[in-house]
């Protein structure tokens, strides 16, 4: 089993940055890639961001490209999303996900394992 704890979210206003961090524990080890998505009320889940635990490939979701830069630290086996320049639209529940394997980076269905979320607010 892998945990996962997500952290850093908060109250900002339009522009402001934020950092998340979402600690992994149990057996990362059978993890390949760390994502993370976000929920706004009334809406989908969407994918923000993925990267691999070898730091090799990342991925982003067009919405947040420019702006958000995922980053990992194997040694504290911590993912981290820094979001700058965040927007009204950027509010939601940002999840943190794990998965053994990989297809796409982007369907929620590919991860095996879920953070229960940290609420980002930007007010305008």
């Known amino acids: 089993q892998v945990q996962l704890v997500e952290s850093g979210g908060g109250l900002v206003q339009a522009g402001d940055s934020l950092r998340l961090s979402c600690a992994a524990s149990?057996?990362?080890?059978?993890?390949?890639?760390m994502a993370w998505f976000r929920q706004a009320p009334g809406k989908e889940r969407e994918f923000v961001s993925g990267i691999t635990w070898t730091g090799g490939t990342t991925r982003y979701a067009d919405s947040v490209k420019g702006r958000f830069t995922i980053s990992r630290e194997n040694a504290k086996k911590t993912v981290y999303l820094q979001m700058n320049s965040l927007k009204p639209e950027d509010t939601a529940v940002y999840y943190c996900a794990a998965a053994r394997t990989l297809a796409t980076f982007l369907r929620g269905d590919e991860y095996d394992y879920w953070g229960q979320g940290t609420q980002v607010t930007v007010s305008s």
């Open positions: 149990g057996r990362t080890s059978n993890t390949y890639v």
